[in-house]
């Protein structure tokens, strides 16, 4: 038994990260090529690398930090929400990353006897949180087939119907995994049914400048709303960890709770990093949307070596970095499709079963260059053409 029945439930009854379970799942292949990490190629700009290494030489810089963050930052990331997202009544935390910032949320808001409410498939990370903390009454709603879009009728039916109302419920905007955009009018609706029923709506915008052809991001903000932003994806900071809550100003009980998790999670943020987040945001958005430019001909890519699954297998591509596909029928065990794929053809992706999709795939095509991007899709096509015409061949 050793120490195992000394652990605690709440943890053992947690999944243990997907990334970790494909990391041994395709243990024994050759050279694999990433296309399940949900990154970027890409590092911070230039001009932020260079003036950081000024400050790593400062003092400050190896001390605590304020808990809701520098001023500077926190000021230019108000300004940024007010100009961009049209978030003009949000205070900001900042925080190591926005996992850190809903685990933040998690820990402030519920209480272990509550539920909660996602949409399948979900970002995985967002269950893990709840399932960490003691939430065990995890509602999961359904999306249109089609576009993965949340069930707005079947939330307003769950959200009046449950006693007590679920406390929070969260969706991503782009999604992750879906790779499509809420609607502007959709959002308002789930976001109106929220505030009727008296639930938290946490929206996570992580991939808000990740958009593509005619599609567009909303943000939309009320005392019942709490957005989530990262520089992970953006600005290529994955391992800087720096993210942000928006909360509502008005919200001071809830800004004072924030702080005691904050004071006993993070503290505050790596201070070197909130630097580099701020010369980030001098670089601006348009710096971002010119590396996301660059991600088109690799989601064309992928696009072409997810055909060979049929035409309605396929949904995402208008935001974020992930396509999602269905597999064919008989392999409802996506976790044996990905290993397969990883040993026979070189080629990593994330199980969809991760994210509550069952017999699914995500594929990332944000985080490899155009060269290596195609050498990935060659290899996912042949072992998708495989996989349909023959089965998992050894």
Same mark, same amino acid.
């Given at each position: 038994?050793?120490?195992?029945?000394?652990?605690?439930?709440?943890? +053992?009854?947690?999944?243990?990260?997907?990334?970790?379970? #494909?990391?041994?799942?395709?243990?024994?292949?050759?050279?694999?090529?990433? +296309?399940?990490?949900?990154?970027?190629?890409?590092?911070?700009?230039?001009?932020?690398?260079?003036?950081?290494?000024?400050?790593?030489?400062?003092?400050?810089?190896?001390?605590?930090?304020?808990?809701?963050?520098?001023?500077?930052?926190?000021?230019?990331? %108000?300004?940024?929400?007010?100009?961009?997202? %049209?978030?003009?009544?949000?205070?900001?935390?900042?925080?190591?990353?926005?996992?850190?910032?809903?685990?933040?949320?998690?820990?402030?808001?519920?209480?272990?006897?509550?539920?909660?409410?996602?949409?399948?498939?979900?970002?995985?990370?967002?269950?893990?949180?709840?399932?960490?903390?003691?939430?065990?009454?995890?509602?999961?709603?359904?999306?249109?087939?089609?576009?993965?879009?949340?069930?707005?009728?079947?939330?307003?039916?769950?959200?009046?119907?449950?006693?007590?109302?679920?406390?929070?419920?969260? #969706?991503?905007?782009?999604?992750?995994?879906?790779?499509?955009?809420?609607?502007?009018?959709?959002? %308002?609706?789930?976001?109106?049914?929220?505030?009727?029923?008296?639930?938290?709506?946490?929206?996570?915008?992580?991939?808000?400048?990740?958009?593509?052809?005619?599609?567009?991001?909303?943000?939309?903000?009320?005392?019942?709303?709490?957005?989530?932003?990262?520089?992970?994806?953006?600005?290529?900071?994955?391992?800087?960890?720096?993210?942000?809550?928006?909360?509502?100003?008005?919200?001071?009980?809830?800004?004072?709770?924030?702080?005691?998790?904050?004071?006993?999670?993070?503290?505050?943020?790596?201070?070197?990093?909130?630097?580099?987040?701020?010369?980030?945001?001098?670089?601006?958005?348009?710096?971002?949307?010119?590396?996301?430019?660059?991600?088109?001909?690799?989601?064309?890519?992928?696009?072409?070596?997810?055909?060979?699954?049929?035409?309605?297998?396929?949904?995402?591509?208008?935001?974020? #970095?992930?396509?999602?596909?269905?597999?064919?029928?008989?392999?409802?065990?996506?976790?044996?499709?990905?290993?397969?794929?990883?040993?026979?053809? *070189?080629?990593?992706?994330?199980?969809?079963?991760?994210? *509550?999709?069952?017999?699914?795939?995500? #594929?990332?095509?944000?985080?490899? %260059?155009?060269?290596?991007?195609?050498?990935?899709?060659?290899?996912?096509?042949?072992?998708?053409?495989?996989?349909?015409?023959?089965?998992?061949?050894?």
């Amino acid at each position: 038994m050793g120490s195992y029945g000394k652990l605690a439930t709440r943890v +053992l009854d947690t999944d243990v990260p997907v990334m970790v379970k #494909i990391l041994e799942l395709t243990k024994g292949a050759k050279d694999p090529i990433q +296309l399940g990490k949900g990154a970027v190629y890409w590092q911070p700009p230039e001009q932020a690398l260079e003036k950081v290494k000024q400050i790593a030489w400062e003092p400050s810089t190896s001390n605590y930090g304020t808990h809701e963050g520098l001023p500077e930052p926190k000021d230019a990331l %108000k300004k940024k929400l007010s100009m961009e997202n %049209k978030l003009c009544n949000s205070s900001v935390m900042v925080t190591a990353g926005s996992n850190q910032g809903f685990l933040n949320l998690v820990l402030t808001l519920c209480d272990i006897t509550d539920s909660v409410v996602l949409f399948a498939p979900y970002f995985f990370n967002a269950h893990m949180s709840f399932r960490m903390t003691g939430i065990t009454n995890i509602l999961v709603g359904p999306s249109n087939p089609k576009t993965l879009q949340p069930d707005a009728d079947w939330l307003e039916r769950i959200l009046s119907e449950t006693k007590p109302t679920p406390k929070i419920v969260s #969706i991503v905007n782009p999604g992750n995994p879906s790779g499509n955009c809420i609607p502007e009018p959709l959002l %308002k609706r789930i976001s109106g049914i929220c505030k009727k029923a008296g639930s938290w709506l946490v929206v996570d915008n992580a991939y808000e400048y990740f958009i593509y052809g005619g599609s567009e991001h909303s943000c939309i903000e009320g005392n019942h709303i709490i957005n989530l932003f990262s520089f992970s994806k953006a600005y290529g900071m994955m391992g800087w960890r720096v993210g942000y809550i928006a909360y509502p100003s008005e919200a001071e009980d809830l800004r004072i709770q924030l702080l005691k998790v904050q004071d006993n999670v993070a503290i505050c943020a790596p201070m070197i990093s909130q630097h580099v987040a701020l010369y980030c945001l001098e670089a601006g958005h348009e710096w971002v949307k010119n590396q996301v430019k660059t991600l088109a001909k690799n989601k064309e890519l992928v696009m072409k070596a997810l055909s060979t699954l049929g035409e309605d297998a396929v949904i995402g591509g208008e935001g974020a #970095i992930y396509l999602w596909a269905k597999l064919p029928e008989r392999y409802q065990n996506d976790y044996e499709v990905v290993s397969w794929l990883a040993r026979k053809h *070189g080629v990593v992706v994330l199980p969809g079963s991760a994210c *509550g999709g069952n017999g699914c795939i995500r #594929i990332t095509y944000g985080a490899v %260059k155009e060269e290596e991007c195609d050498l990935a899709a060659k290899r996912l096509r042949n072992g998708l053409e495989e996989l349909v015409t023959y089965g998992m061949v050894e």
